[in-house]
C-alpha cells in the first residue's frame, strides 16, 4: 500500500493535475492520496495560500477583500472548467470563506480555517475529476480521516490516538483524498500545521495506515548534493537516510519541511521523493539505514539569516550557571537558539535573525552586561550556516582537513566550526556574503 502526497507545483493547474490523475491511475497500490494548495503556474505567479493570507489578513484589518477573493475563485474555476467537471466547488468555495468570516471564531481560527481552504478546496476538486474519469474516488476530510491535533493555531502537532483511527483507511475500497495541511481538536476546532504542513500530514497519514511506501511528488528528479541555484547540474542523490534529509532540510534543503519526516522516520517506513512532470525517473528513496559508502558525504546545504551572540569573560569555566542564566535571558524573551559553541572563556549563541528583534536585541545584551558581567558581548549579523552532511563522517578520517581546505581555496574566513554534538553533519559560520563561493568550494572537493 502507497500513500501519496502531491505538492503544490504537482497542483498548480489542469495540466498538472491531469498528471496527478494519470500517476493514481498507473498503479493501483496508490490508496491514499494527499494533496496540497495549488502552487505557481510560473515563476511570477503567487501560490494560492499566499493568495488566501492576503485576503484573511485584509478582511482582519477591515480592509476590502472581496477582490482578492475572487482571484482565488478564479484560480479554482480555472482548474474545473478546463477539466470539465461541474462548478458547484467554487460556489462551495466561496460559502465556505464568508461563513468563516461570518463565525465567532478568533481571529486566529479564522485564519487557520481561511488558509485551509486551499487545500480543502483542491482535494475535492481531485476526488471529482477522479470520478469523472471512471475511478472509485472519495474526499476525505481530515476529521473524518481521524486526523486529531493540539490546540495550537498555526503549529499543530498530531495526536497519538490519531494513528489508530488512521488505520481503518486501509478497509476503504475507494481511493482516499485527503487535504494536507491541516486537522481538528478534539473539541472541533480546525488547526492547521506550520507552513509546508502538507508534507506533514502525508507523513502522518502514511504511519497510520503503515504504508509500504510513502512517495512525495515534487518538481525535481531527485534531491540534490547541493543547491543547483548554486552550483549547476550537481550530482543527484538516490538515497539517504532519515538523519541525512533532516540534516540538509534544516540547513535550508527546500524539498522537505524540517518536521516532515517524524512520523514516517518513527514507523520506519521509506520515502521516495519523485517527479510529478517526469514519474518515471528512480526519483531519492529515504531510509532508516543504508550502507557504508566511499565517500560518506551525501549532501551540503547553506541557510543565510543568523545573528550570533559573542560573550566573553576570563575564567567562564569556572563560573557555574553561567550558560543557564544566559540561555534564560533568551528564554525568558521567546528566543530559541540554534546552536551554542564555546571555549574556555567565551561563547556564541546562533539566532536566527528573525526571532532577533532590534528591540529584543537592545533588551538581551542590556540583560547580559546587568546579569552576567561579561568582559565583552556584542552582536555579529549576516551570518551563514553550511552543513556537510552525511553518515559516517564521524568515522572517516581526513574530511575536516578537505573542508577547511575549500574554504581556504575560496578565500572565505570561517567565523565558526561545529562538529562535536552530530554524527551525521559539520557545521561551518561564514559572513552570508561569501556562502556561494563557500558551497562551490567544498562541492568541488567532495564531488568532483
Not at 504537482?10 to 496540497?36: G, H, P, T, Y
Not at 514519474?279 to 559508502?293: C, R
Not at 552525511?390 to 565558526?416: P, Q, R, Y
Amino acid at each position: 500500500m502507497k500513500v501519496a502526497k502531491f505538492g503544490g507545483s504537482s497542483v498548480a493547474n489542469a495540466e498538472q493535475l491531469r498528471k496527478v490523475a494519470n500517476i493514481i491511475q498507473d498503479d493501483q497500490d496508490r490508496k491514499v492520496i494527499i494533496v496540497s494548495a495549488p502552487g505557481k503556474r510560473f515563476s511570477e505567479d503567487t501560490k494560492v495560500t499566499d493568495l488566501l493570507i492576503e485576503m484573511g489578513e485584509a478582511f482582519l484589518n477591515s480592509d476590502p477583500y472581496e477582490d482578492k477573493l475572487e482571484v482565488v475563485l478564479n484560480r479554482f474555476k480555472d482548474i474545473t472548467s478546463e477539466l470539465n467537471i461541474s462548478e458547484d466547488v467554487i460556489a462551495e468555495i466561496k460559502q465556505g470563506v464568508l461563513d468563516i468570516f461570518a463565525s465567532d471564531r478568533s481571529d486566529d481560527l479564522k485564519m487557520d480555517a481561511i488558509k485551509a481552504t486551499g487545500e480543502d478546496s483542491l482535494a475535492k476538486i481531485l476526488s471529482v475529476y477522479l470520478q469523472s474519469l471512471g475511478l472509485k474516488a472519495v474526499y476525505l476530510n481530515p476529521k473524518e480521516a481521524g486526523i486529531f491535533v493540539s490546540d495550537n493555531p498555526g503549529s499543530a502537532q498530531i495526536l497519538d490516538e490519531s494513528y489508530d483511527q488512521l488505520y481503518k483507511l486501509r478497509d476503504r475500497e475507494e481511493i482516499v483524498i485527503i487535504p494536507g495541511f491541516f486537522g481538528y481538536t478534539k473539541d472541533d476546532k480546525l488547526i492547521t500545521f506550520s507552513r509546508g504542513g502538507s508534507d506533514i500530514t502525508g507523513s502522518i497519514v502514511a504511519a497510520g495506515v503503515k504504508a509500504d511506501l510513502y512517495e512525495n511528488f515534487t518538481d525535481v528528479d531527485s534531491v540534490y548534493c547541493v543547491n543547483p541555484n548554486i552550483v549547476s547540474n550537481p550530482k543527484e542523490i538516490t538515497s539517504l537516510t532519515y538523519k541525512e534529509m533532516r540534516e540538509l532540510s534544516y540547513a535550508g534543503f527546500s524539498v522537505f519541511h524540517d518536521e516532515a519526516l517524524i512520523p514516517a522516520f518513527k514507523a520506519d517506513i521509506p520515502v521516495c521523493i519523485k517527479n510529478t512532470n517526469n514519474p518515471s525517473a528512480m526519483g531519492t528513496i529515504i531510509v532508516s539505514k543504508k550502507e557504508p559508502q566511499p565517500n560518506p558525504v551525501v549532501g551540503i546545504a547553506s541557510d543565510t539569516g543568523f545573528v550570533s551572540i559573542y560573550i566573553s569573560k576570563y575564567l567562564m569555566n569556572r563560573e557555574i550557571g553561567f550558560g543557564r542564566k544566559l540561555l534564560t535571558i533568551l528564554e525568558d524573551e521567546g528566543i530559541s537558539f540554534e546552536h551554542t559553541p564555546s571555549g574556555i572563556d567565551d561563547i556564541s549563541v546562533i539566532i536566527r535573525e528573525s526571532r532577533m528583534t532590534q528591540e529584543k536585541e537592545e533588551r538581551v545584551v542590556a540583560r547580559i552586561k546587568e546579569e552576567l558581567h561579561p568582559d565583552t558581548v556584542h552582536i555579529d549579523r549576516d551570518l551563514a550556516l553550511i552543513m556537510v552532511v552525511g553518515e559516517g563522517m564521524d568515522s572517516t578520517v581526513g574530511l575536516a582537513d578537505k573542508a577547511t581546505h575549500a574554504f581556504a581555496k575560496a578565500n572565505v574566513n570561517l567565523e565558526m566550526i561545529n562538529q562535536g554534538s552530530s554524527e551525521v553533519s559539520m557545521m561551518f559560520g561564514v559572513k552570508a556574503s561569501k556562502v556561494n563561493d563557500s558551497v562551490k568550494a567544498l562541492y568541488e572537493m567532495f564531488f568532483e
